[in-house]
């Protein structure tokens, strides 16, 4: 008897990047006095600036500060997740922080999908030279990872001033070599061809899309009848309000039939956002989601962007119990309407409350 209150399958956040070492605050003063993502990341900022800090870290370390975020997030009832790595940027980092997701594997009951995002930034030392950085992460890193079965899908960050079409296609190719299927980092920064060869690669999904046009869309409604499934797209509306930069078109994307999904992003320069339940606020009042198809898009269909929409996702026969209960009725209007509080009453992890 919850006198009242509801049941809510748990949320699925498809995309994050929760290891890591340190937040970036004075990045963010920065942003604020105008300048750009790009500008931060080409002067040294970003990506590289959170790789030079976990390199300097334990193993140990990174564990003891990605756990206290993943607690954070199932408090705010999210039940799966998929965690990134790529602020290593070398082969013992990257190894690290896919050691790190695979401890949190075993010490959490919950769905974890780990990713290999080595193509996540050029390092500082392959500057001018991105190709031969691409050699390491597939001739070295790759290897790597697939021998210590560390790694559930691989990522690339194809976009402007990162990795091409080219280089992009070249890793997501040798990886599908190796058995592991892709997710891809796709137009946040302009529209660069990265749902064209997340399509062409069979991606199970393309994250960002804060540029896509009627092209784009076509494409990937396209994918929805090829036989590996389709090309899940994925918006990230915590990026865009952080950055101030444009929001996935969920709306058209949702008019077109696509099964769209959102995703926290959370890592500690763009999106250091832990909660899906604001995500599905800014889906609604950013990119104009009913708060059903909001609902939607941080379960089930966010569950197809890892393809495991048969154990999670929903409460239905044969998944698992991963549910929360509301502090509120007619829940799935008011999470995101009441936005930026936590409406979990209690979390439960295959029947088991979490505490």
Not at 165 to 182: C, F, H, N, W, Y
Not at 217 to 225: A, N, Q, T, V
Request: charged share 20%; net charge negative; hydrophobic share 45%.
């Amino acid at each position: 008897d919850l006198g009242g209150l509801e049941v809510l399958p748990g949320l699925v956040d498809s995309h994050t990047h929760i290891v890591f070492a340190a937040p970036r605050h004075e990045e963010f003063e920065m942003r604020i006095r105008g300048e750009s993502y790009e500008a931060i990341a080409a002067a040294g900022g970003g990506i590289l600036n959170s790789a030079r800090k976990l390199q300097a870290m334990s193993e140990d370390d990174l564990y003891v500060q990605a756990a206290e975020r993943l607690r954070t997030m199932i408090a705010h009832g999210t039940t799966t997740v998929e965690i990134k790595s790529g602020y290593g940027l070398t082969t013992d980092s990257e190894l690290k922080i896919l050691r790190v997701v695979k401890r949190l594997k075993q010490d959490f009951d919950i769905v974890i999908k780990a990713t290999f995002l080595g193509a996540h930034g050029i390092p500082t030392e392959f500057k001018g030279e991105p190709d031969r950085y691409v050699d390491l992460v597939v001739e070295d890193m790759l290897p790597k990872v697939v021998a210590e079965g560390l790694a559930d899908h691989i990522d690339v960050f194809c976009d402007r001033g990162f990795f091409t079409v080219e280089q992009t296609d070249r890793i997501l190719k040798a990886a599908a070599a190796m058995g592991l299927p892709s997710k891809i980092h796709a137009n946040e920064l302009g529209l660069t061809g990265g749902v064209q060869v997340a399509v062409a690669n069979g991606s199970w999904s393309a994250d960002h899309l804060e540029h896509c046009s009627e092209v784009e869309i076509g494409l990937l409604r396209e994918s929805m009848e090829m036989g590996y499934g389709g090309t899940v797209p994925v918006g990230l509306p915590g990026t865009s309000y952080f950055l101030g930069i444009p929001y996935a078109p969920g709306r058209a994307l949702i008019d077109a039939g696509l099964p769209f999904a959102m995703a926290t992003d959370f890592n500690p320069g763009s999106s250091p956002i832990a909660s899906l339940q604001v995500v599905w606020a800014l889906g609604c009042t950013q990119q104009k989601l009913l708060p059903a198809e909001g609902f939607c898009a941080v379960t089930c269909n966010a569950a197809l962007a890892l393809r495991c929409e048969k154990e999670v996702g929903a409460l239905a026969a044969g998944q698992r119990a991963n549910f929360f209960t509301t502090k509120t009725v007619d829940a799935v209007k008011a999470i995101p309407y009441f936005m930026g509080q936590n409406h979990c009453h209690e979390v439960f992890i295959n029947g088991c409350l979490f505490v």
